[in-house]
């Protein structure tokens, strides 16, 4: 029984040991007829694989650089950035300084206790801010720079002025306002009536070259811009002129007429005046006449 188990053991061992060489004589089959050149071009395809993957290895790190350098640019533009941004300043504490400015020079100018110097600091605090160019801010800006120039500079009070021999609107224009130029404001203040006139000097002033001793004339109190929108009147009015100096000539000489015809109303008045006083007189004169006789006939 031994020695029929060992024999078929043996008959198994055979089997495997067969099949294995069987296997290993298959796989070294193929290199029975692998030739020389065969392993060469094999060896040089290879290499060249090889060769190219480094090049190709080469360019991503050149890539790889060109992109680190990139990148620690573009971090050093975002930090660059994000610290002028906080240099900015808070947009929320911008618009509470711009809404005390604007309330303190739009509204309560004096009532803040403030001068319009402290005023014109802070405005200019505003303006330095970059959050000046978002919004509206711009045009705000320009309205509290005039607020602020007209708080600096407060107009006169109306003045009067009683024309003399030898003035003009021109010459009146530069003793108040220091600009002659600035005439046509107080013509148009006047031309419709003069404070005061004397008797037989017209009331009114329809040509502003003809003005006379006696009148007394409103002065109108003008800010710096109301002086310059004066001047661009006056231009206006000059570069029309031309074509009116007929019309004003008669409009002169009408005005002479109307003076004449003033100066007669005046003395026929006058006239009245002396004609009722001598009635008054005569009436007088006979109360007393009157008076006599009554007391004549008593004492008779």
């Known amino acids: 029984m031994k020695l029929h ?31 020389e050149e065969q392993y060469l071009q094999e060896k040089s395809e290879y290499e060249q694989t090889i060769s190219n993957l480094n090049e190709e290895i080469k360019a991503l790190d050149n890539e790889i ?6 990148l620690k640019d573009k971090n050093e533009k975002v930090k660059k950035a994000e610290d002028e941004l906080k240099s900015y300043g808070d947009p929320a504490a911008y618009k509470k300084n711009f809404e005390e400015a604007e309330k303190i ?27 000046k160019c978002t919004g509206d801010y711009a045009a705000r800006i320009a309205k509290m720079k005039k607020e602020l120039d ?21 010459k009146i224009s530069d003793k108040f306002y220091k600009e002659p130029k600035a005439w046509f404001a107080i013509w148009e203040k006047n031309k419709e009536g003069v404070k005061a006139a004397p008797p037989k000097v017209p009331k009114t002033i329809k040509n502003p070259n003809l003005i006379y001793p006696g009148q007394v004339l ?67 004169k006979k109360d007393v006449k009157k008076d006599e006789k009554k007391k004549d006939e008593k004492k008779n």
């Open 218 to 284: 409103v002065i109108p109190a003008l800010t710096p811009d109301g002086i310059k929108a004066a001047v661009e009147k006056t231009k206006k009015y000059k570069n029309k002129w031309p074509k009116k100096r007929k019309v004003v000539k008669k409009e002169a000489t009408e005005e002479k007429k109307d003076v004449k015809k003033d100066e007669k109303k005046d003395v026929k008045k006058d006239e009245k005046k002396d004609v009722k006083k001598d009635e008054k007189k005569k009436d007088e």
């Open 5 to 35: 188990k060992l024999l078929i053991v043996l008959f198994a061992f055979s089997l495997i040991f067969g099949f294995a060489y069987s296997a290993y004589a298959q796989e070294e089959e193929p290199w029975e007829n692998y030739t």
């Open 105 to 131: 020079i739009n509204t309560q100018k004096e009532k803040s206790g403030k001068t319009p110097e402290e005023a014109e600091k802070m405005l200019a605090a505003l303006e330095k801010s970059p959050f």
């Open 150 to 170: 007209a708080w600096k500079n407060p107009p006169k009070k109306t003045d009067e002025y009683t024309v003399v021999k030898g003035d003009c609107l021109w």
């Open 65 to 70: 650089k060109a992109l680190d350098a990139t």
